[in-house]
């Protein structure tokens, strides 16, 4: 029996590169994430997880950004060691600092849509500065929003005691990773546009 294969379409080497570059942003979260330093002040670790969250966005878009957030979220609750302190399981993700987590894939679409303005890529190297700051700084407020929400649902705490051990101590961190985040990708070295 002869199998017809004239139906078959092949994937695009564009398809074939995006999800390699979303495989390569999720694995270099997943070896990032895992390195946190102890905060005394909030049960939130220092970590350089949303610059990759951030790198996602801006590289991959609105669809690939949060696609390689999802597949780092799946690896880590299936059990790969991957979330901060080298935690894993899906009992991480319902953890008090659960709700960072859940943000990524969210906040990596809102990045893409902004200095993409939709699906379709573009060299975020072109883009305005206004307009990749702006997305970087909607993005941070995303997370920490959703972080923070979650957060005092766990935690019992009031807004004030969310917004403040939840956020407003990350906010120097935050500046430094947006500016890294924007060298980065000034480089032209991570150009989306490259791939097609």
Do not use: C
């Amino acid at each position: 029996m002869e199998t017809d294969q004239r139906g078959v379409e092949l994937v695009g080497d564009a398809v074939v590169h995006r999800f390699a570059r979303a495989v390569l942003l999720a694995t270099l979260l997943g070896a990032v994430a895992p390195i946190a330093i102890p905060f005394p002040l909030s049960p939130v670790p220092i970590t350089l997880q949303v610059l990759i969250v951030f790198l996602a966005g801006l590289v991959l878009g609105p669809i690939w950004g949060a696609f390689s957030m999802v597949l780092y979220l799946t690896a880590g609750a299936a059990g790969v060691p991957i979330f901060a302190g080298f935690n894993a399981g899906i009992g991480v993700l319902f953890a008090d600092t659960g709700g960072y987590l859940w943000s990524y894939p969210f906040a990596a679409a809102l990045i893409g849509l902004v200095v993409h303005r939709g699906t379709d890529l573009r060299d975020p190297a072109n883009v305005s500065l206004p307009v990749v700051v702006t997305a970087l700084v909607a993005a941070t407020i995303l997370i920490y929003g959703m972080g923070s929400a979650y957060m005092s649902l766990i935690l019992e705490l009031n807004a004030w005691e969310a917004v403040t051990t939840g956020a407003l101590l990350f906010i120097p961190g935050e500046i430094v990773k947006i500016a890294a985040a924007v060298v980065i990708v000034r480089s032209g070295r991570l150009s989306p546009t490259r791939v097609r």
